[in-house]
């Protein structure tokens, strides 16, 4: 494909190969969850999946268009209570959820966005702020829809078909989960991928001389903050299939918050780093939680400021750093002077 | 402080022979009262501007004239405050950037980064995005073109100033522009640099005009054959570039012996 | 018609806090591009401690103020030396850094001064009512009005007629032209965070008496401050106070007389201001 970007070529054959180590040990570590007895384990890991799809959502807005946000909790709250709805008013096809709490989801960053995409930077995390606790408060106060601060509990289970039994077993639910997640994230990687990924990272690297080529700019951050906002709804669908209940913390504040710390440790501009820094953010928020209950946000605090600091480009960055580390001099291999680490470090400016 | 609503071939302040100022209305770009300050200070004031095809146009005159700033609103790059742009007899005064550039509006930076993150080659692939389909060149000989075939995989970012400069040129030419600005294209270079340069912009097609805001008086002889000298951003001399630069109230400008206010001339 | 009145001299009175808690926020996000997301921590925290430090007496009381500018002004200066740390990176960082700051911040207060809304006890003459307009108001509000209206006074002469002032609005404007003067913009950076610390603990300890101080004090005031700084025009103080006397009068007559839709009142009318700006906020792209 002539448009491929040509950056690509500067990895080595060798890490190329190494790409594939992460995602197949997930699968391997997948397989050996829902292979095991405990019911417990898998429950607690579908729960991570709506999460991990939110800080996919998350990660395109912020590594790939560039726009920090804290406001993709908008979609995914809409995405959820749409499917709790159509859920509660007995329609139970998990296919048609997905696809409802996409196109809301998508509709209600599509018009955020048309306000939004205007503005860069820490001013854009400003607004998005604002974004979150609008969501947050109409979470909790539009009483006929959502439930109010009690939510909305007893909602049935999601079946694939009409025809197939409901998905209860946690061992259904966790492959049902894995499988949405792997899709969705696939899916956003590859639509990102080759002259789309050109494209942005182009527009995010010089606006002016992108809009000088013909660009326009904010209409490519709109589409990619719309597109974000149906993987934010289909977040919020999941949420609804692996939890069965809603409240407005779920969609709240603190989950904005998490999901960008989830983002920034996971590398901003990289997918597979977003559900990385998901999972990890999730598993220290749990652990901790049991032996240190109440104390979550002095954590989430630690782990923010440490990831400031010690992560630079989050985890994603962390192989290119670690072999750009200075070595002995009988280590070092034939140069390969092209070599040039991911762009991550610019990713947000 | 005057606003030319409308420029009839009679009544343009300028030099310029009826049958440019025709070709200018109808395939080239006419601006009209422009006019724009920054806070309260007023930095241009330009009652007509016009480029037809095929002109070299330069723009020069001291820093902080204003040369800069007619050059981002004519591609669209600053929003225009006041007054009209026409484009092949179009009013684009409210287009974006990137709307007058797939029309034709080309431009290069005074300050080129150009995309500091993708490759040259990948730069000049997004300088022609929306010709990709039907390129009149390929990215490749357009880099050849300006002399950076061999640096098509190195990033933007480690090039040297003065390839960077030639980069951003090769990016706009890749946009295949009918119209195309130059913000100093040859501030900085080296001497064989700037020859470089010359040789490119010269074997441009007749019909591309350039407008170039050069500081180099060596470059603005080499290329133009009209120039409009602005001073605190209004029209201080215009006319057929041999007679301009012979002009000595021009030279004495750019020496600084006289004022522009008791120079001024419409 | 009263009742109105004292609504709106209520609303002037938040207003004016709020303007005390923004003004800093909007000069460190002006001057140095920080946008100091633990500020409403700050606030809160000056809150606690001069309800801590409050028993009664007028001397408990300034003591309390004074302890909640100190421990403000130390927080800034905590900000200030995390974040010019990360001086050469992007302010996204900075943000995100102060941001870990406000939650720990946060869970701290909560673990000190525990899950309720705490009031100070303040000398019995401020606890009584004082007669406006024919109408009986509480002295304590009026008495934080007053000093609100000192303190905005005096930090508009301290930002217009002082040499520290004029270099602070100097570095909003123009950076470079700063440096030109031989003066370290960092360091105007830092001392603008220690001073808008000092500023959102007093903020925080006056507006005890009236509000309270409790865990959710910090995201109010910040997502208020935040919107304020947004109206306003980022870093300018005028627009800042001009807009905390806005969203104050928003918020206490538009949440009496239209409660149903008093959570959006706000955002409404920020997204009125946005749309309505005829200059580009800073980190705004056109187009």
């Known amino acids: ?349 | 402080m005057r606003i030319i609503h409308r420029i009839d071939p009679n009544g343009v302040p300028s030099q310029r022979s009826h049958g440019d100022i025709d070709r200018a209305h109808g395939n080239g770009l006419v601006a009209a009262g422009l006019r724009h300050a920054y806070q309260r200070l007023t930095v241009l004031d330009l009652d007509a501007f016009t480029v037809a095809p095929g002109d070299r146009h330069a723009v020069i005159g001291p820093n902080g004239a204003g040369k800069s700033t007619l050059l981002n609103l004519l591609a669209g790059t600053t929003r225009t405050q006041a007054g009209r742009i026409t484009y092949n007899g179009q009013i684009i005064t409210r287009r974006s950037a990137a709307w007058r550039a797939r029309a034709g509006i080309g431009r290069t930076f005074q300050h080129p980064t150009v995309y500091p993150d993708l490759t040259c080659l990948d730069c000049v692939r997004m300088g022609g995005w929306h010709h990709r389909h039907h390129p009149e060149y390929t990215p490749k000989q357009v880099l050849d073109l300006v002399g950076l075939a061999d640096h098509a995989d190195r990033p933007a970012a480690s090039l040297s100033h003065g390839h960077r400069r030639m980069l951003d040129l090769a990016v706009a030419l890749a946009g295949q522009p009918r119209i195309l600005l130059l913000d100093e294209p040859a501030a900085g270079l080296t001497e064989t640099e700037t020859d470089r340069l010359l040789d490119v912009l010269t074997g441009l097609s007749s019909w591309i005009a350039l407008v170039l805001v050069e500081h180099d008086m060596s470059v603005v002889a080499a290329l133009a054959n009209w120039i409009t000298v602005l001073h605190h951003g209004h029209r201080y001399a215009d006319g057929p570039a041999n007679q301009v630069r012979a002009d000595p109230a021009v030279a004495a400008l750019y020496l600084g012996t006289t004022g522009g206010d008791d120079a001024e001339r419409q | 018609m009263d009742a109105n009145l004292i609504l709106a001299i209520d609303g002037i009175a938040y207003g004016l806090l709020l303007a005390i808690a923004a003004a800093g926020l909007t000069l460190a996000f002006g001057a140095g591009g920080v946008l100091n997301l633990a500020h409403g921590t700050l606030v809160a925290a000056g809150g606690y401690l001069a309800v801590a430090t409050s028993s009664g007496t007028w001397s408990s009381l300034a003591a309390g103020m004074l302890a909640a500018t100190a421990v403000g002004a130390a927080g800034g200066g905590v900000m200030a030396a995390a974040t010019a740390a990360l001086n050469r990176r992007r302010h996204l960082d900075q943000a995100l850094l102060t941001f870990g700051a406000a939650l720990i911040g946060g869970d701290l207060l909560t673990t000190i001064f525990g899950p309720d809304i705490l009031r100070p006890r303040v000398p019995a003459v401020l606890e009584g009512t004082v007669i406006v307009a024919g109408r009986p108001y509480p002295a304590d509000r009026l008495a934080v009005l007053g000093i609100a209206v000192a303190i905005a006074v005096a930090g508009y002469g301290g930002l217009h007629r002082t040499r520290a002032g004029r270099l602070i609005r100097a570095t909003v404007d123009d950076r470079g032209m700063v440096a030109g003067i031989g003066v370290n913009p960092r360091l105007v950076d830092a001392a603008v965070l220690v001073a808008s610390g000092a500023l959102a603990g007093l903020a925080g300890a006056l507006s005890t008496p009236i509000l309270g101080v409790g865990p959710d004090t910090a995201d109010t005031v910040l997502l208020l401050s935040l919107i304020i700084v947004v109206c306003g025009g980022l870093g300018s103080v005028p627009g800042a106070v001009a807009a905390a006397v806005a969203v104050g009068l928003v918020q206490t007559v538009g949440v009496t007389t239209i409660p149903g839709l008093a959570p959006y009142l706000l955002i409404f009318t920020m997204a009125l201001v946005l749309l309505a700006r005829r200059t580009p906020l800073t980190g705004e792209v056109h187009r």
Request: glycine share 10%.
């Open chain 1, 1 to 349: 494909m002539s448009t491929a970007p040509t950056s690509r070529s500067h990895r080595t054959m060798l890490s190329r190969g190494r790409q594939w180590v992460p995602p197949a040990v997930t699968v391997a570590a997948l397989i050996v969850v829902v292979a095991s007895p405990d019911a417990y384990l898998q429950a607690s890991i579908s729960r991570m999946a709506p999460f991990t799809v939110l800080a996919v959502s998350v990660a395109v807005v912020t590594g790939h268009a560039g726009l920090p946000t804290l406001g993709q909790v908008a979609p995914y709250a809409v995405g959820a209570y749409t499917t709790a709805r159509l859920a509660l008013a007995g329609i139970t096809a998990a296919p048609v959820h997905l696809a409802a709490g996409a196109l809301a989801g998508a509709v209600v960053a599509g018009v955020l966005g048309a306000a939004l995409v205007r503005y860069r930077g820490t001013v854009f995390l400003m607004l998005s702020l604002a974004v979150a606790e609008l969501s947050a408060t109409s979470a909790a106060g539009w009483q006929a829809v959502t439930g109010g601060t009690d939510g909305l509990a007893g909602i049935p289970a999601p079946s694939l078909a009409p025809v197939t039994p409901a998905l209860v077993d946690d061992r259904a639910v966790l492959l049902y989960a894995a499988t949405v997640t792997t899709a969705t994230t696939v899916a956003a990687i590859l639509l990102l991928h080759g002259p789309r990924r050109l494209l942005l990272l182009g527009a995010r690297g010089n606006e002016d001389r992108a809009r000088a080529s013909g660009h326009p700019v904010n209409r490519y951050l709109w589409l990619v903050h719309t597109g974000a906002g149906a993987v934010a709804g289909i977040g919020g669908a999941l949420l609804i299939h692996t939890h069965r209940w809603i409240t407005p913390a779920d969609v709240g504040f603190t989950t904005a918050a998490i999901v960008l710390l989830a983002v920034v440790i996971g590398g901003a501009t990289s997918l597979p780093g977003a559900v990385a820094g998901a999972v990890a953010v999730l598993t220290v928020r749990d652990v901790v939680a049991l032996s240190a209950p109440g104390h979550a946000p002095l954590l989430l605090g630690v782990l923010f400021v440490a990831a400031v600091y010690v992560l630079p480009g989050g985890l994603a960055a962390l192989p290119a750093r670690i072999r750009h580390l200075p070595r002995p001099r009988w280590l070092t291999r034939a140069p390969d002077g092209s070599s040039v680490a991911e762009p991550v470090a610019r990713s947000m400016s």
